[in-house]
């Protein structure tokens, strides 16, 4: 952990809002490109991604500025190094200064590990509040695969991709399949 950082939890992240990430996106020149705009952002920011994805969360406060920090495991070459992904966040503004991906070649233009660091904070702060404190700082998911996990199974991914998954199956299988009927 960085000096002067704490471990991230349920009860210490700071509240980003809709909003927020929408003007972020807005004001930010590196997420103007036309492959940030669709399906790369929209990739990144999803839950089974960057649920399982990030890990070793820790957060500083100093004069309404909140600095969180994170490890991002990579999704392809889960056993690579992870990646550190930086958001600074201006509390008092409700805005977010900057998110950005220290480790890849995509950075310098804005790259799907800072979008997907992002979109789980802002997944995390709508979140309703609970009695139990969950720690954010512990080892990402994804990065467990083929040391002490063989595989994620879909059912541990997400409720949410579990269901796309089977409706999409289903309509594939049977939903284009016609009765034939044979006429006598």
Not at 15 to 43: G, I, R
Not at 79 to 98: C, G, H
Request: with cysteine.
């Amino acid at each position: 952990m960085d000096l002067n950082f704490v471990q991230a939890d349920n009860s210490n992240l700071p509240k980003v809002d809709a909003l927020m990430v929408a003007f972020f996106f807005k004001n930010n020149a590196d997420y103007y490109a036309a492959e940030l705009k669709h399906v790369k952002t929209t990739m990144s920011g999803r839950e089974s991604y960057g649920d399982d994805a990030i890990g070793y969360v820790q957060l500083h406060r100093e004069h309404g500025l909140c600095t969180l920090k994170c490890k991002m495991c990579p999704e392809h070459k889960v056993r690579s190094k992870a990646y550190n992904v930086t958001m600074v966040i201006n509390e008092n503004e409700s805005e977010i200064i900057s998110c950005q991906c220290h480790d890849c070649a995509a950075s310098a233009g804005g790259c799907k590990h800072a979008v997907a660091f992002l979109m789980w904070v802002h997944r995390r702060s709508e979140e309703p509040p609970s009695t139990s404190v969950e720690c954010y700082w512990k080892k990402p998911t994804l990065s467990r695969v083929r040391t002490t996990l063989k595989y994620i199974p879909v059912q541990q991914i997400s409720k949410k991709t579990q269901t796309k998954y089977i409706s999409t199956l289903h309509r594939l299988y049977f939903g284009s399949q016609k009765k034939k009927t044979s006429t006598l």
